[in-house]
């Protein structure tokens, strides 16, 4: 039999903070995390706004020097690891009566050090090769977070990076679980961690023309299935699990919050940037997902989407919903992205948290700025607020750039 796996942490860093109750409220709430970006110069730039991480403080959770020398991404990955971990019962005491070569980190990044890489070139080209800091590489690499958390603790289990764009940190989150499934570790620290709001990143999503330029209304910008959508909004931070064996869970009285049934994995084979238009890739995705977990489709009854609020990819995620799941009608959906932006490949870890959110609270969110949707919206439920609803199975769906596809399915713990 396989191995039943259970989420008994979860932490984050994010625009709403970096408590997850009050991530979960604000979400409720409808509330509108973008706001103008005011941390560098861009009054040139076509997109001038985000989903930033303001008055962010590391606290205990990582010592002052090291914080400094850090690209935000692996501080972003750190806390919201740590915070996991502490909502897991796991530190102090009860971290040292576990065994450290059975606990792994598996946090991903889509960008990397993006911070630490552009001051780097910068100082090449103003001071000269001497004056480029040691620490370039070990912190632009997009590893780091995760390693730098394992050597905090001393965890010993596997340990490394997937970076599949937006798909990262549900990649990781599968990954992780498979570590468990194939008894490698007890523990499991997954997710994703970005911090891409920088002047070259923000110029770089521009270039590529994939950016909202709604700056006369940031906090409207993001607007996942409205036929006025004009791009995502860029977001950043950290979302992080803790998935654990069930027997190791119950074993020392975790708090359990979820379970963790399958994830599916696909690759759409087809652009650099653009999804298939015939949705042939995430549907392979969700096909995959149900069948490793036994998912009758009609069981599924929320989906927390990956919806961008780009022109192709919303209607074509419907598409392939519609086509899986023949009781669509029935079947709650929204857009975690339209109130946080897209955090790229900390994305599917936030969206796991509102998911699991979900479960507890048996409140599903809204999507806010929907109103003008597109006519296939009609074949799902789509909240624009918040709304009461018992979960039976969730589906959480993330695509990234290079057509990288995968979904995770959860559940609610019964014993």
């Known amino acids: 039999m396989k191995k039943r796996i259970v989420v008994t942490g979860m932490g984050l860093v994010s625009c709403f903070g970096t408590d997850v109750d009050t991530f979960y409220d604000s979400l409720l709430a409808g509330k509108s995390g973008v706001t103008a970006i005011d941390t560098f110069p861009c009054e040139d730039y076509p997109t001038r706004f985000g989903a930033l991480i303001k008055d962010f403080d590391v606290g205990n959770y990582l010592e002052k020097k090291q914080a400094r020398r850090v690209d935000k991404y692996i501080a972003y990955a750190c806390v919201a690891g740590k915070k996991a971990l502490e909502q897991a019962g796991i530190a102090g005491d009860t971290l040292a009566n576990l065994d450290l070569q059975r606990i792994g980190v598996l946090i991903g990044s889509g960008m990397g050090g993006m911070g630490v890489f552009a001051d780097g070139v910068q100082t090449l080209d103003e001071k000269g090769n001497r004056r480029v800091t040691p620490f370039l590489v070990p912190y632009i690499l997009p590893n780091m977070g995760g390693a730098l958390l394992a050597i905090d603790l001393g965890f010993m289990g596997p340990n490394y990076c997937i970076s599949t764009a937006c798909a990262t940190a549900n990649n990781a989150i599968i990954a992780a679980a498979n570590h468990i499934q194939q008894g490698d570790a007890d523990i499991m620290v997954c997710g994703g961690a970005e911090a891409a709001i920088t002047p070259l990143g923000v110029a770089g999503f521009c270039a590529c023309k994939a950016l909202s330029q709604r700056n006369d209304a940031?906090?409207?910008?993001?607007?996942?299935?409205?036929?006025?959508?004009?791009?995502?909004?860029?977001?950043?931070?950290?979302?992080?699990?803790?998935l654990e064996s069930l027997e190791h869970a119950l074993a020392r009285n975790?708090?359990?919050?979820?379970?963790?049934?399958?994830?599916?994995?696909?690759?759409?084979?087809?652009?650099?940037?653009?999804?298939?238009?015939?949705?042939?890739?995430?549907?392979?995705?969700?096909?995959?997902?149900?069948?490793?977990?036994?998912?009758?489709?009609?069981?599924?009854?929320?989906?927390?989407?990956?919806?961008?609020?780009?022109?192709?990819?919303?209607?074509?995620?419907?598409?392939?919903?519609?086509?899986?799941?023949?009781?669509?009608k029935d079947i709650v959906i929204n857009a975690t992205k339209s109130m946080i932006g897209h955090a790229l490949g900390a994305a599917g870890g936030f969206e796991a948290i509102a998911?699991?959110?979900?479960?507890?609270?048996?409140?599903?969110?809204?999507?806010?700025?929907?109103?003008?949707?597109?006519?296939?919206?009609?074949?799902?439920?789509?909240?624009?607020?918040?709304?009461?609803?018992?979960?039976?199975?969730?589906?959480?769906?993330?695509f990234g750039f290079g057509g990288h596809n995968a979904a995770i399915a959860l559940k609610p713990y019964r014993a």
Not at 305 to 326: C, K, M, Q, W, Y
């Open 218 to 242: 940031p906090e409207q910008a993001s607007r996942p299935w409205d036929k006025n959508r004009d791009g995502f909004v860029i977001g950043e931070g950290a979302g992080v699990l803790v």
């Open 254 to 328: 975790a708090p359990i919050y979820a379970e963790y049934i399958s994830g599916g994995m696909s690759c759409d084979g087809h652009h650099i940037t653009e999804p298939r238009s015939d949705g042939a890739g995430v549907k392979a995705c969700l096909r995959n997902t149900l069948r490793a977990g036994s998912i009758a489709p009609e069981s599924v009854n929320y989906i927390n989407a990956h919806a961008t609020s780009t022109s192709a990819g919303d209607v074509a995620e419907l598409n392939a919903l519609r086509s899986i799941f023949p009781n669509s």
């Open 355 to 398: 998911t699991i959110m979900a479960m507890q609270r048996n409140m599903v969110h809204p999507t806010i700025n929907l109103e003008n949707p597109e006519e296939i919206c009609q074949d799902f439920i789509v909240p624009t607020k918040a709304k009461s609803h018992s979960i039976n199975v969730a589906l959480s769906t993330s």
